[in-house]
């Protein structure tokens, strides 16, 4: 009954909707935008859309867990998952190894460590730091673990953040690492959205949630005031000592140090997603740096801030203008003396082939990834002066994907990853010192893989664009239209879309004679800054012209066809997904859509929403809120209209961008008489699952749907 009353008032809602898109919310609506049906599905703990998410959980249950392929791919996940043969990834933290890891045991999960020189042995002697399991079950609570804060130098103390249902607000506690417990009367910051740093030992910089009547919480649900709080002390007698506004994203402690003893103490309001105001914590008072608005101020190596440019930028008083993509120097000192007028020194530039990714400092050298035509590279960077670095290139090989996993700055010693589509995970030990790097960890082989091969092709995108993108197939693959395809892209956020090694997508796919496409379409980090601005806002119609037009030259080549043809994709993904199935329902017959954006009229209202505007753009301004209601998935659907059957996958306890959008997505196409297949977990955050059981099964759902609709 629950599900059969609202049918029928959507019905009437929907019948008396016009042609032009969208729903009234908040906002000022558009002319011919009806009143939303399905608001009363934002209510995501109500015992009505708990009732409504049960009935189609249910629902989708008896088709795709009743498929007789679903045990043996649950099954097979879950062995790959759960195998012993996954690689530790490592943690420095004082020279020893941490590592996290969970197992058929350690559902939750332990944090372990051992020593280096242990750590490179084929089995390694693990000693167990904290059980998240045992946690879990003395505190009744679904804990699931999201990392360690740490007090720099030595690492001993350390606030864990606790999280309940993998959801993004947490419970920090303060850890001795030394003692293997937490500290009796120590740190203890109840659930909330919330950052925390380190002073000293008795002092954090906290950003959080501070309680009724303070109004600390911006729109888009983080908090915008820092305070200062001593040990021993009540947190409600912290001390304020930064203040954004409440129209902000949020506001974040940092403190960076380095090994000669440095250290710059900082306060970054967002002001958007993208653009940030910092200020520097000086003995006279806090000091906002003369930064451009789109900048990562992320390190400091020999007192010197590395920053990158996400902007082209010309410092005050300064002749040169830097490049958007630059990675750039400041000397701390000169900049604690003079906050405005900067005087940068280039560590490295991009090209029109090479942009900066990810970034890390050892004890006296900076750790660089690149991607060169979306292949990857990496190098040592070494301060040789005042204003002068020298770049050492690793070598590394080609057609991998390589990033950092962990750098020590008790010494020079760091490890990269390396993987591929086709190549396991292979660990490489570093030593900057000497530039010597050599492999100590290589994961078997996960599936068989020796009848597959990967190319990067290209397509070209409605407005001439080349958009670049890896196939994945078997050698003999027949170019006759019949292979069964998935394609994935991200398109948001300046994230990069590059090759992994996906043991499950190898087993589950590849083996079955599937062909899997990576799209490195705009709004990406691909190809530097300009590549994702390039999709910004009401510019973003490019990024979906872009996968589109992936979609039509693999039916162009023969290596697949519309039947044949399916595409998966979460978060801004997701949308990506919604919009593609709304515009282009003739290109796919099996869209997977997990823990999405869908309406996008009403984004900002929903979970941490309000935080996109400046990806997105905002319904409040009517320029904007036209082109949002001309993209949003949700508003775009139609009655007369054949859409290839979706999956849609989210979770509960999404905190970020919410049940909401699946859930009324779902909703209007069950009014629309549209065929739908939905799955809703309770636990997992925004992701999909809090445990390798969890995530077993939702892998072996998403394959079982993509076989049904592709293969057979």
Not at 146 to 172: F, H, I, N, W
């Amino acid at each position: 009954m629950l599900r059969s009353l609202p049918r029928v008032a959507c019905l009437a809602a929907i019948a008396a909707a016009t042609v032009l898109p969208g729903f009234a919310h908040t906002a000022q609506p558009l002319a011919g935008e009806q009143p939303d049906p399905f608001e009363w599905l934002e209510d995501v703990s109500s015992p009505r859309a708990l009732a409504w998410v049960k009935a189609e959980n249910d629902r989708t249950a008896r088709v795709l867990e009743a498929d007789p392929r679903f045990p043996a791919l649950r099954a097979t996940a879950l062995k790959v998952l759960e195998s012993p043969d996954r690689l530790a990834a490592p943690v420095f933290r004082k020279g020893a190894i941490y590592n996290t890891w969970q197992d058929p045991v350690h559902v939750r999960g332990i944090l372990r460590r051992t020593t280096l020189a242990d750590y490179l042995t084929a089995q390694p002697h693990w000693q167990t730091v904290i059980d998240y399991d045992a946690l879990a079950r003395a505190d009744h609570e679904t804990w699931v673990h999201k990392g360690l804060t740490c007090l720099y130098p030595g690492d001993r103390l350390c606030m864990v953040a606790l999280s309940a249902g993998g959801e993004d607000a947490t419970t920090l506690r303060e850890f001795d690492l030394k003692t293997g417990k937490f500290v009796p009367g120590g740190f203890v910051l109840p659930r909330s959205k919330q950052s925390v740093d380190w002073v000293d030992k008795d002092t954090l910089l906290v950003s959080r949630d501070w309680g009724p009547g303070t109004a600390s919480m911006t729109s888009s649900g983080y908090p915008f005031i820092i305070k200062e709080w001593k040990r021993g002390q009540p947190l409600a007698q912290a001390r304020e000592v930064f203040r954004g506004k409440p129209s902000d994203v949020r506001a974040l402690p940092g403190v960076l140090h380095d090994a000669q003893g440095h250290t710059a103490l900082l306060f970054e309001r967002a002001v958007s997603f993208f653009e940030d105001e910092v200020s520097l914590a000086t003995p006279s008072g806090n000091k906002r740096l003369a930064l451009p608005p789109k900048q990562d101020l992320t390190d400091l190596l020999q007192g010197q801030l590395i920053l990158t440019l996400n902007q082209d930028w010309r410092p005050e008083g300064a002749t040169q203008t830097f490049a958007q993509g630059s990675i750039l120097s400041l000397d701390l000192a000169e900049v604690q003396r003079d906050p405005v007028h900067l005087k940068p020194a280039v560590v490295f530039a991009p090209t029109a082939q090479e942009f900066a990714q990810t970034l890390a400092t050892t004890r006296n050298h900076l750790l660089l990834t690149t991607l060169d035509h979306v292949q990857g590279r990496a190098y040592l960077y070494t301060r040789a002066g005042a204003g002068a670095w020298t770049r050492t290139p690793l070598d590394v090989p080609d057609n991998q994907s390589i990033d950092i996993l962990t750098t020590n700055t008790s010494d020079d010693r760091f490890f990269l990853v390396l993987l591929g589509f086709l190549s396991p995970s292979s660990y490489r030990l570093g030593d900057a010192a000497t530039g010597e790097l050599k492999v100590v960890k290589t994961l078997p082989p996960q599936f068989d893989a020796a009848s597959d091969v990967v190319e990067q092709l290209s397509a070209t995108s409605k407005d001439g664009t080349r958009v670049p993108y890896f196939v994945i197939h078997r050698k003999d693959m027949p170019y006759d239209g019949s292979n069964p395809t998935i394609m994935h892209a991200y398109g948001g956020f300046q994230l990069s879309s590059t090759p992994y090694y996906d043991a499950i997508l190898g087993k589950l796919w590849l083996e079955r004679g599937g062909v899997f496409v990576l799209a490195n379409i705009r709004g990406g980090g691909e190809f530097g800054p300009a590549w994702h601005d390039a999709g910004l806002k009401t510019h973003r119609q490019v990024i979906y012209d872009d996968f589109a037009a992936v979609a039509e030259d693999l039916t162009a080549r023969r290596i697949t066809s519309p039947r044949r043809l399916g595409m998966i994709g979460g978060s801004n993904g997701g949308l990506l997904m919604g919009v593609e199935m709304t515009q282009h329902p003739e290109l796919w017959h099996a869209v997977d859509i997990e823990v999405p954006l869908l309406d996008m009229l009403r984004f900002e209202q929903i979970a941490a929403g309000a935080s996109w505007v400046a990806e997105y753009g905002s319904a409040s301004v009517p320029e904007e809120r036209r082109f949002l209601a001309s993209i949003s998935p949700y508003n775009q659907l139609r009655a007369d209209v054949t859409y290839p059957e979706p999956l849609i996958f989210t979770t509960t306890k999404d905190d970020r961008v919410g049940p909401v959008h699946a859930r009324k997505f779902a909703a209007r196409l069950e009014a629309l008489h549209k065929p739908f297949l939905y799955q809703e977990i309770l636990e997992g955050g925004h992701g999909v699952g809090a445990d390798l059981e969890q995530t077993a099964r939702t892998e072996a759902i998403e394959y079982v749907y993509f076989m049904r609709q592709l293969m057979d």
